[in-house]
C-alpha cells in the first residue's frame, strides 16, 4: 500500500488527480473511483498485517466518502467553498438575495397547489424549477472561477434550496 494514499485521501481532487474546479469530467472521475476500489478494496488485504488492513478499509471509505462529493454538483459545490477557506456558517446567516427567496416562496405555492393527478403542472413546475437550478449552479461556476467566493457560496445555497424542491415528492410522477 502506498504510504502517501492516505495523506492524499481528504483532497478528493488529487485522490481522483482531478483538477479542483465546479466543471468535472465525470467519466475521468468514474474511472478514478473504479480504478482506486480495485486497487485498494479491503479483500485484497485479507492475508496483510490488520494495519494494512485497517488502512486499507479507511482509504475506501474516504474512496467512496470523495466520490459521494464530487459526483453531487451541490456537495461538490460545498466542497470547493469548504477548500477555498470561506465559512459556510457565516455564509448561511449572510442568506440569499430577497428576490430569490420571493421565486423560493413562489414554487413552492405552486406545489402545494398542484392536485395529485396533475401531471402536466408536475412536469411545468418541474422545468420551472430546473431551469432556476441550472441558473444557480451556473452563476455559482462564474463566481467561484472569478475567485468571488461569497457571491459564489449565495449561489450554493440557491442551488441547496433549490435541489431539496426538486427532491419533493409530489413532484414525482405517480
Not at 478528493?12 to 474511472?31: C, K, N, R, W
Request: charged letters at 20%; hydrophobic letters at 40%.
Amino acid at each position: 500500500m502506498n504510504a502517501t494514499a492516505g495523506a492524499t485521501a481528504r483532497d478528493y481532487f488529487s485522490l481522483f488527480q482531478l483538477e479542483p474546479d465546479f466543471a468535472l469530467d465525470e467519466t475521468a472521475l468514474e474511472g478514478a473511483y473504479h480504478a482506486l476500489l480495485t486497487q485498494f478494496h479491503p479483500d485484497r488485504y485479507a492475508g496483510k498485517p490488520q494495519v494494512e488492513q485497517r488502512v486499507a478499509a479507511q482509504f475506501c471509505a474516504d474512496i467512496n466518502s470523495g466520490y459521494r462529493i464530487l459526483s453531487d454538483e451541490v456537495s461538490r459545490a460545498e466542497y470547493l467553498l469548504q477548500q477555498a477557506g470561506v465559512d459556510l456558517v457565516a455564509a448561511g446567516r449572510a442568506g440569499v438575495e430577497s428576490t430569490f427567496l420571493m421565486t423560493q416562496i413562489s414554487l413552492r405555492e405552486q406545489l402545494a397547489e398542484l392536485g395529485p393527478s396533475d401531471a402536466a403542472g408536475r412536469q411545468d413546475l418541474t422545468a420551472e424549477i430546473q431551469g432556476h437550478y441550472t441558473a444557480s449552479r451556473d452563476q455559482f461556476a462564474k463566481t467561484f472561477a472569478a475567485d468571488a467566493y461569497l457571491d459564489a457560496a449565495r449561489h450554493w445555497q440557491e442551488m441547496c434550496y433549490l435541489s431539496k424542491l426538486l427532491s419533493e415528492p409530489k413532484l414525482r410522477v405517480s
